[in-house]
């Protein structure tokens, strides 16, 4: 049966101002399309709703029942429809986010706190796990979305870069390189290094990035947290590699060697080359309105930092 609203609310009119001319008027069309839409829906019901003469529009006893029936349901219906619209614009529950730890500890915290001031009847879970974890939390809907490192296997999600940042080298001041104001990746070459571990979005791309330059190194550690680095590379175990976001983690750290009572230095590495951050979410799944707008507020705020891709910065 192919009966549409506009069918059943001409038919309403008619039945209300019992004239095409006067039904036509109340909602906008002309008399021969109310007269059209009646015949159709006649035609699709197979029954005879309304008795026409030249001076007036009657009910038939089928026409009187479906319209005391039908004004009840589309009344419903468009409640219903005012109360779906309602909750497009309603920004209330509680957003669960999976982000991987060097996101976690120095971007999240920053995006909790201007969700709450803007949007107060909204809660911003964070979940803080390993990169292959926080993945898999978004993979499995544990999570309305993820921020974590761009990387191989995740066609299956939907993805959208917010921000790029550079890998820097990660030194004591005593080492040779502190005296440097850069490093290349090759001069890397018979070096130490500790690392994070594999359950890290940005191990593999400092792998293949140390292979492209010809560095080849003895992974001294491979540990899971930044703060477990920084204290390892003061401890004379090795140097390390890591993304520029992660250096917060080590209060009193010199980047391009300022601050010269740090323990440690950090320095770029040439040519340059960047991870990229991203959001992500599951395929065919629409965000809930306070999901939109926690995903929507976390674009804006990284599109103020130095490597946000919104500013058009490049990547290397």
């Known amino acids: 049966m192919n009966i549409s609203l506009r069918q059943l609310k001409v038919f309403l009119a008619v039945a209300e101002h019992g004239s095409f001319s006067r039904a036509g008027e109340d909602i906008g069309l002309t008399q021969p399309a109310v007269s059209r839409c009646i015949r159709e ?22 026409g009187a029942s479906l319209s005391a029936t039908l004004a009840r349901v589309l009344d419903e219906l468009e409640s219903a429809l005012r109360d779906t619209h309602g909750l497009a614009e309603e920004r209330r529950g509680r957003v669960r986010v999976a982000s991987a730890p060097t996101i976690s500890a120095n971007l999240m915290p920053e995006c909790i706190s201007a969700c709450a001031a ?31 490192v761009a990387s ?15 890998f820097l080298v990660v030194c004591d001041r005593s080492h040779r390189f502190a005296k440097q104001a850069e490093v290349t990746w090759k001069e890397l070459n018979g070096e130490k290094l500790v690392l994070l ?12 990035a140390l292979a492209e330059h010809g560095a080849y190194c003895q992974v001294a550690q491979e540990v899971g947290h930044a703060i477990t680095v920084f204290r390892m590379v003061e401890a004379g175990i090795g140097i390390s590699i890591m993304p520029a976001l992660a250096l917060p983690a080590m209060p009193g750290l010199a980047v391009n060697g300022a601050e010269a009572d740090s323990r440690l230095v950090a320095l770029p590495l040439t040519p340059q080359i960047d991870r990229t951050i991203m959001l992500v979410r599951r395929k065919n799944r629409t965000l809930s309105p306070a999901a939109q707008s926690v995903w929507e507020l976390i674009q804006q705020i990284t599109a103020n930092t130095p490597h946000s891709l919104a500013s058009g910065t490049p990547r290397k």
């Open 41 to 62: 829906l006649e035609q699709e019901l197979g029954l005879k709703l309304v008795d026409r003469t030249t001076r007036e529009v009657t009910l038939t006893e089928v």
């Open 197 to 208: 571990d594999y359950a890290s979005g940005s191990r593999p791309l400092i792998d293949r």
């Open 118 to 148: 803007r949007y107060p009847d909204i809660t911003l879970m964070l979940r803080d796990q390993v990169q292959t974890l926080a993945t898999d939390s978004v993979r499995h809907g544990e999570v309305d979305f993820g921020v974590i």
């Open 152 to 166: 191989e296997g995740t066609d299956d999600l939907v993805g959208e870069p917010i921000m790029v940042e550079p």
